[in-house]
Structures are given as structure tokens and as C-alpha cells.
């Protein structure tokens, strides 16, 4: 594992909890990233992965424990980029000022450029002055990554981007989004994406963080070596994949039904 | 299609109105024809151009001081929760409150000039556009607020951008149900204060039983509301185009 001084994210007893709340959301979580690595957290509603996100972001701050990105405090839009669940677009922006309402930092004449480029490279360019409204799931979603990756950000942060897609959309959309980061210019973003789909962590990750709820912490880091790219040499025939997949179920298995708060507690 | 029906519907209410000044006696109701050649005798000798241009001259004075107060305060009171927080009970109660109540204690404030007028004036249409820009902006979303501040953006742009955009079908609504207040309350602080303007008119010619002059007061005061609401609402169809494709 990559040391502390040339890790792209290091987390070290990061703890969070609501305003109030006695039960913490994170509680002693360690973590780095390595540039150009993607690192899935899987894990159980509850376990703080989203918090988790939006303190690499800079959007909350650790209670206790530090955070560096690129070797200082999170800055939000300077050091990362976030594509979110529900795609959050501008409903009275155009696809293009969606994608450039992320790069104000930008002079207007080589923003217009960028975004040109980015739409094009997620093959949305025929729909840069529609609005949102008239979009589909799927291009929404790429207007979303699109936002991001203009960005050229160093960390791209995921959380849960393919939950509001149906089943079919969702894989494609992964092997898509992993091929658009791919081809995207510049060196390749480490990513940390945050998910609670077991087979949507084994697909994309360099190394699953299984997160246990309640409070939040690290359950286990585990390496996930199948060869890139995977949408050419599709890793679910091998036994590894199925070994690791039942692992992984088992454990979540275990963490739901011992949760007093889920729906499946003491079901098992 | 739509608009063949409109203007039949527009040709039988002209004929009911006629059918009505038929039954009635001479004197107490006027006739679509009479009131039509009172129109033309009234522009001819200069009556009722003066009326209209005082009229609309406290009329947009008071209409437009209150969208530019309401819209700032009903986004203080959004933006800043404390102070909404504090004030919005006052606003409601206020709001609740009829009033043209206030009208005798403004005439004595301010006598029963121009000041009068726009005041009552801006007291009516003032209310909805506070509130509307208030609940508004109480709407904002904050999912997109957090993915602005995802992106570096500072407070002003998140206002700009998120805030203001959010709250404007809104706010538009306000200013729509503000102007037709304000339009009540001109006739109203025209009858009440110093006579004038197209409320005066109707006092004249509602106390002369001149009812054909009366009818063309009337309607010149419908057409100036038809004329600012359905401007309004084309302004609000433009300004939220990007809503018209969620319907289609």
C-alpha cells in the first residue's frame, strides 16, 4: 500500500456524529486512496459511506481525526469532484451551462471549450442547449459525470451514481462511466465510489471498503485484482469473483441482521 | 380552435349584456352600443385619457415599490432564518388583515394626495410578493445547493445561480397576485382620498346615473388588468421555459 506522503486521500481516526447525537455516524475510520486507484466503500444503509464521502469532499469536517487530500485539508471544488445520486442538475440550465456551471474558476473562452469537449466525449453534444427535463435517466447521468470530469479533478467521488437507474442501464452505465474516465484527458482521477451493490464494488474497484453500520467504521479492505478493463475481460465467470462475492454477501448478511435498526434484524 | 370559442363566448356575454340593458329601465343600465358611442364622446373630449394616465401613474408607482420591497424582504426572511423566524407571524397577520382598515389613519398620516394613494397601494399588492419570494426561497433545494458547493461556489453564486432561479415562478406568482391587489386598491384609494383618476370617474358618472360613461370606466379598468396579468404571465411563461419540457 502506498505510504501517507504521496497518498492521494489519507483519512487517520476519522469520527463524525449529528449535532447532538451521542451515537457517532463514523467512529475511527483510516483510510488512504492512491492516485489513480479506485477505492469502493460497500456497505449497509447506516454505516456513514455518504458521510464519509463528504468529508473527503470538505463539505462536513471530521470531529476528530485529520484529513488530507493531496496533502492538505479538503478544499470543496478544488482538490475534488463529486457526481451524486440524483444527478443534481440545474432544471433551468442547458446541458452546456450545467457542465460550465462547474468551471466559473475558468475564462469564459476556454470554458466554453472545455465543455464542448466533455459533451462530446460522453456523446451528448446534439443536446447541449436542452434542458434537463427533456433528458433520460441514462443522459442525465452523463450531463452529471460529464460535470465532474470537466473539472480534470485529481479525486472523483461517487456516491451511489447509477442508484436511480434500472437494472439494465446500471451495468451499462458502469462499464460506460469506466470507459469515459478511461478517455478522458490528462492522467487518470483516483476515484472513491461509494455503493451498497456488491456486484457494482466487484466490478469497479482496485480495493473494496466494507463499512459496518452503527456506528460507521472500517470492516475489512479488501484487494480486488481482476485485470482491466473489465468491460473487455468481464470478470464474473472467474472463481474468484463468485468466492469473493459470497464473502462479501456473507458479511453483509451478518452486519444487517445483527442491526437492531434494520428491517432484517434477528431474522437470520 | 381555442381562440374561435373565446370570442364566441366574448359574443354572448356582449349579447347578454344587451338582452340586460333591453329589460331594464331606461336610465339605470346602459347598452353595449351607448356605452361604445360614450367611449368615443369620452376620448373625443379629452375625459378619460387624464383619468387613465393619474390612475396608472399611482398604480405602477405603488405596484412596483412593493415588488422591489416584497422581493427583498421575503428573500431576507428566506436567507436568513432568524429573521424570518421572527418576522413571518407579523407578515401573516398583517396579510390576514384587511387593509383597507388602514385607510382613515393613512389619510391622516399623509392627507389625501398622491403619497396617500401609492401607500394604500403598495400595502395591498406588497403582501403576496413578500411571502411568495419568502416560501420561495424557504423551497430552495438543498441537494443543489450542496452539489454548488461541491464545485467551489460562493455564497453569491449560490444565490444567483440556485437560490434565485428556484425561487422565481414563485416570486412571479407574487408580483401576478400583487398587481391585481394593487389594481383593487387604486379604485379603492381613489374613491376614499382625493378624487381622482378612473376611481374618481366612477363616482362621477355612478352618482350622475351617467351609466354609459360608468360602463366605459368599467371596462377601461378591466382592460388594464387583463392587459398587466396576461403580461405578467407571458413574462413568467419566458423567464421558466425550461419548465415547459417537464410537461411535455
Known amino acids: 500500500m502506498t505510504g501517507t506522503d504521496d497518498a492521494l486521500v489519507s483519512l487517520a481516526g476519522v469520527s463524525w456524529s449529528f449535532d447532538g447525537s451521542p451515537a457517532p455516524v463514523l467512529q475511527g475510520v483510516d483510510l488512504t486512496v492512491a492516485p489513480g486507484e479506485v477505492v469502493v466503500v460497500l456497505g449497509p444503509s447506516g454505516c456513514g459511506k455518504t458521510t464519509l464521502l463528504r468529508i473527503i469532499a470538505g463539505l462536513l469536517r471530521p470531529e476528530c481525526g485529520t484529513v488530507r487530500v493531496s496533502g492538505r485539508a479538503p478544499v470543496p471544488g478544488q482538490d475534488s469532484a463529486i457526481v451524486f445520486q440524483g444527478y443534481r442538475l440545474l432544471p433551468w440550465k442547458t446541458v452546456a451551462q450545467n457542465i460550465g456551471f462547474a468551471l466559473h474558476a475558468l475564462p469564459a473562452a476556454e470554458r466554453e471549450a472545455r465543455v464542448a469537449r466533455y459533451l462530446d466525449l460522453v456523446g451528448l453534444a446534439k443536446f447541449a442547449g436542452a434542458y434537463p427535463a427533456a433528458l433520460s435517466g441514462g443522459m442525465r447521468q452523463r450531463v452529471a459525470l460529464a460535470r465532474a470530469l470537466a473539472c480534470q479533478p485529481r479525486l472523483l467521488l461517487m456516491d451511489e451514481p447509477f442508484a436511480a437507474l434500472d437494472a439494465q442501464s446500471r451495468e451499462l452505465m458502469q462499464m460506460e462511466t469506466m470507459r469515459l474516465i478511461a478517455g478522458a484527458e490528462g492522467p487518470a482521477p483516483g476515484i472513491v465510489f461509494v455503493t451498497h451493490s456488491v456486484d457494482e464494488a466487484l466490478m469497479l474497484a482496485d480495493r473494496i471498503v466494507l463499512m459496518s453500520p452503527r456506528p460507521g467504521r472500517i470492516d475489512q479492505i479488501l484487494p480486488v485484482g481482476f485485470p482491466r478493463p473489465r468491460w473487455q475481460a468481464d470478470p464474473r465467470q472467474a472463481p474468484e469473483f463468485a468466492q469473493l462475492r459470497q464473502h462479501l454477501w456473507d458479511r453483509l448478511r451478518a452486519m444487517v441482521l445483527s442491526d437492531p435498526q434494520s428491517d432484517f434484524y434477528g431474522r437470520g | ?248
Open chain 2, 1 to 248: 380552435m381555442i381562440a374561435l370559442l373565446r370570442l364566441g363566448f366574448l359574443a354572448g356575454l356582449v349579447l347578454l349584456w344587451w338582452v340586460a340593458s333591453v329589460q331594464v329601465p331606461r336610465g339605470l343600465f346602459a347598452s353595449p352600443l351607448e356605452t361604445a358611442a360614450a367611449a368615443g364622446r369620452m376620448l373625443a373630449e379629452d375625459r378619460l385619457a387624464p383619468a387613465l394616465l393619474a390612475s396608472l401613474r399611482v398604480y405602477a408607482t405603488g405596484t412596483l415599490l412593493a415588488a422591489g420591497a416584497g422581493i427583498a424582504l421575503g428573500a431576507a426572511m428566506g436567507l436568513w432564518r432568524p429573521f424570518g423566524r421572527t418576522l413571518d407571524i407579523f407578515v401573516y397577520a398583517l396579510a390576514a388583515t384587511p387593509r383597507v382598515a388602514f385607510i382613515p389613519l393613512i389619510i391622516t398620516l399623509l392627507g389625501l394626495g398622491v403619497e396617500a394613494k401609492t401607500l394604500i397601494i403598495f400595502l395591498g399588492a406588497v403582501m403576496p410578493v413578500i411571502l411568495n419570494t419568502y416560501t420561495g426561497v424557504l423551497n430552495t433545494d438543498r441537494d443543489l445547493v450542496e452539489m454548488a458547493k461541491a464545485t467551489g461556489a460562493s455564497q453569491g453564486r449560490i444565490f444567483w445561480h440556485i437560490v434565485l432561479p428556484g425561487t422565481l415562478p414563485f416570486l412571479l406568482t407574487g408580483i401576478r397576485l400583487g398587481a391585481t391587489i394593487g389594481l383593487i386598491n387604486t379604485v379603492v384609494a381613489e374613491l376614499y382620498t382625493a378624487v381622482t383618476g378612473l376611481g374618481g370617474l366612477l363616482a362621477l358618472y355612478g352618482s350622475r346615473f351617467q351609466m354609459a360613461e360608468y360602463f366605459v370606466v368599467v371596462l377601461t379598468l378591466s382592460l388594464i388588468g387583463v392587459t398587466v396579468t396576461e403580461g405578467l404571465r407571458l413574462a413568467e411563461r419566458r423567464l421558466t421555459r425550461w419548465r415547459a419540457a417537464e410537461t411535455v
